[in-house]
């Protein structure tokens, strides 16, 4: 069977059993994008696969693939990284999960991507070491819009198209991908989310940031909860459903 990727980065994203002995896994990889791969024999062959293919674990994958439109066969995994820090904290988890779903739902099948793959990473390795789990939900989500093509628009009024000033709070609005400034707020009622000026700057500031840079980011307490619900409710208009990980948000 010919090779379709030798020695390839990437993570697990999903896990199924397919009949009796083997699992159906999908994978975020880097230069390919979403793969799913069957790993035949993964529940027998204790030494090939055992403990690599769970959850966010961060591998070097080989398959093959008899033809294109068939599923890809996993030939060999090698563990780069477990993220043990996950697997020991629920609360770790539960948010690499809400990561987890934004990927696989923002995705698809062999669109290569390696700005979000590498965004993917940079999340888990800061998932797995600090404690500060909300926060990089929230820089994770602005960084992913970004990656998709989907970049909320700060610089402008989606209104009336006047330029955004620093220190004034608006109304973000889920359809538009944007905000919407005092005067035309007064014209009529606007469905959407008031956002501080503070959530706003602070949105800017982390889009502005290269990824490999997003370590220096930091959100404060007081604008987290809203800058979080706005990403929320912007995710689910973009994904058109609800998150169903969402609810495993870590608590404050
Ligand atoms: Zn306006």
């Excluded at 230069?31 to 674990?57: C, M, P, Q, T, Y």
């Excluded at 099948?109 to 590498?118: G, M, S």
Aim: proline fraction near 4%.
């Amino acid at each position: 069977m010919p090779t379709l990727c030798a020695a390839v980065p990437a993570v697990v994203l999903d896990s199924l059993d397919h009949g009796e002995s083997d699992k159906i896994v999908t994978f975020f990889c880097r230069d390919i994008g979403k793969l799913s791969a069957i790993a035949k024999g993964a529940h027998r062959s204790k030494k090939r696969f055992v403990n690599k293919l769970e959850l966010f674990s961060f591998l070097q994958i080989t398959c093959s693939q008899s033809a294109p439109d068939r599923l890809a066969v996993l030939t060999e995994a090698d563990l780069i990284n477990g993220f043990l820090g996950l697997r020991q904290s629920v609360t770790a988890y539960q948010a690499a999960s809400i990561v987890r779903e934004c990927v696989l739902l923002a995705s698809s099948e062999k669109q290569r991507d390696d700005h979000l793959f590498q965004l993917l990473l940079w999340t888990l390795h800061a998932l797995n070491s600090r404690d500060k789990q909300k926060p990089t939900i929230a820089l994770f989500l602005i960084k992913l819009f970004d990656c998709i093509g989907y970049r909320p628009d700060f610089s402008l009024c989606q209104r009336c198209g006047t330029p955004w000033h620093a220190g004034q709070s608006g109304l973000f609005s889920p359809l538009t991908g944007g905000l919407t400034c005092p005067a035309c707020l007064a014209g009529g009622e606007i469905a959407g989310r008031r956002l501080s000026a503070g959530a706003i700057q602070t949105i800017t500031m982390v889009q502005r940031h290269q990824p490999d840079r997003l370590n220096r980011c930091k959100i404060g307490r007081a604008v987290l909860a809203e800058t979080l619900d706005c990403l929320h409710q912007y995710g689910r208009h973009l994904f058109q459903r609800e998150l169903a990980s969402w609810k495993w948000l870590p608590p404050d």
